[in-house]
């Protein structure tokens, strides 16, 4: 297993790399890795292991299946739902076309194997992190990854390289900002786990106190090179949402801390719930937008409204996984030369190219991932900065889905699957022997 947690820290630390060189090739370069991994801990995992992994992996598998279905029905020719365009083609050539609900099968086949890539990083991540030890590895591989890559936005910044205060960022500064966003999280459960371990260090005579305090440290750097590279780089929305997956954190350790029962979490919970539904409902461009679209920060207005437009003809059932950058072209303005692969938030990609049906579904799943995580956070003994921390991320993930498209991203979503696989497996005790 030693093999199989190696390769899976090898892969979050190599996160920087695959950021700034995403494309095609790393998509396959991150498959093949993803593709070993699963195959080293199916080789290495101990019965009892494996029993614990399949008692909670089933749902989880259950519920990432959905969208990979959905996204194969879309490539399949069978004439349902078909998207229009395909009867213009049939008419174009004189023949009969089986149509598919998807405008472009390869791009649709190339989102899906890129999506079960992802899902299983997730799985490999839990299976590594059904072990306690083997899963502090993952955790500080995360906070080394988002710290290399809050450094690498620093940098870009100190050296006039990049700037996201222009309005037009990259696709690959936006999945950077997340990922950072990401990392303030991570870097914050690091250190709870780092203080408890200290709490706890006569039950563990070996346990080095020197050694924690520099883990703590490196904790604590962790939170502020994520946190400065944040407020040099980001809007106050993105901020926001960064700032909504602390509170959660921060949340969930005061209620454990200080024995607080049921009304004591509607106290907590009640007055952070109803500032973001009141940051929700006071944005102006609910006005003009739809939903998916109206929190967008960073696009340039041509590219927001040309989404608006796609987003008013897409067909229920979508145009088709990976399908964004086939269509945006045609709804383009005739003046306008910018060439984008997504929409300007993931929220507006997904509901485009998945329909809308799917895209609400995706957000519920991830709101009860959120109550779920959360409950499991309250009823863990210890190690419940785990689920704590997963929690925290799809928070501020589900706030930067409707900021950006980096959530997309290869690397993000790795980070994403990977803290996704490390929560679930650590939210219950392991009862079965090691």
Request: proline share 4%; with cysteine; charged share 10%.
């Amino acid at each position: 297993m030693s093999n199989a947690r190696l390769l899976l820290v090898m892969l979050l630390c190599a996160s920087p790399a695959v950021l700034f060189f995403d494309g095609p090739i790393m998509h396959g370069l991150v498959a093949g890795v993803a593709a070993l991994g699963l195959a080293a801990v199916s080789r290495a995992m101990r019965p009892g292991e494996t029993e614990f992994l399949l008692s909670f992996a089933r749902s989880a598998t259950l519920l990432a299946a959905i969208p990979a279905l959905w996204m194969l029905i879309q490539v399949l020719p069978l004439g349902l739902f078909a998207h229009p365009i395909w009867a213009s083609t049939e008419a174009a050539i004189g023949h009969s076309v089986m149509g598919t609900i998807s405008i472009d099968i390869g791009a649709s086949v190339m989102a899906l194997g890129q999506y079960l890539t992802i899902a299983a990083i997730g799985l490999w991540s839990a299976a590594v992190a059904v072990d306690r030890q083997r899963a502090e590895w993952i955790l500080f591989a995360l906070m080394a990854a988002t710290a290399l890559i809050g450094l690498a936005l620093l940098t870009m910044k100190f050296f006039g390289v990049a700037s996201l205060d222009s309005g037009n960022a990259s696709f690959e500064e936006m999945q950077a900002i997340d990922c950072v966003a990401l990392g303030i999280i991570i870097a914050a459960a690091a250190g709870i786990r780092t203080l408890e371990r200290y709490e706890t260090r006569h039950a563990s005579p070996h346990r080095s106190v020197a050694v924690l305090w520099c883990t703590f440290a490196a904790c604590a750097g962790a939170i502020a090179l994520c946190a400065v590279a944040l407020i040099v780089e980001a809007r106050d929305a993105t901020l926001i949402a960064a700032a909504f997956g602390v509170i959660a954190l921060v949340a969930v350790v005061c209620i454990r801390r200080l024995g607080l029962g049921t009304w004591g979490i509607l106290a907590i919970a009640l007055p952070v719930v109803g500032i973001a539904a009141f940051l929700v409902a006071e944005n102006p461009g609910l006005r003009t937008n739809s939903f998916a679209l109206a929190f967008t920060v960073e696009s340039p207005a041509s590219v927001i409204s040309m989404t608006q437009r796609i987003l008013d003809d897409a067909p229920l059932p979508g145009t088709g996984a990976g399908t964004f950058a086939a269509i945006a072209p045609v709804y383009r303005d005739s003046e306008d030369r910018t060439v984008v692969s997504t929409g300007p938030t993931a929220a507006a990609t997904v509901a485009v190219e998945l329909g809308r049906p799917m895209f609400w579904l995706i957000v519920a799943t991830m709101a009860g991932s959120i109550y779920v995580l959360l409950r499991a956070s309250l009823r863990r003994g210890r190690d419940s900065f785990y689920p704590m921390a997963g929690a925290g991320c799809l928070v501020t993930l589900l706030f930067l889905c409707f900021m950006n498209p980096g959530a997309l991203g290869t690397a993000a979503a790795t980070i994403t699957a990977a803290v996704l696989g490390l929560a679930v497996a650590q939210s219950r005790s392991r009862t079965v022997q090691q």
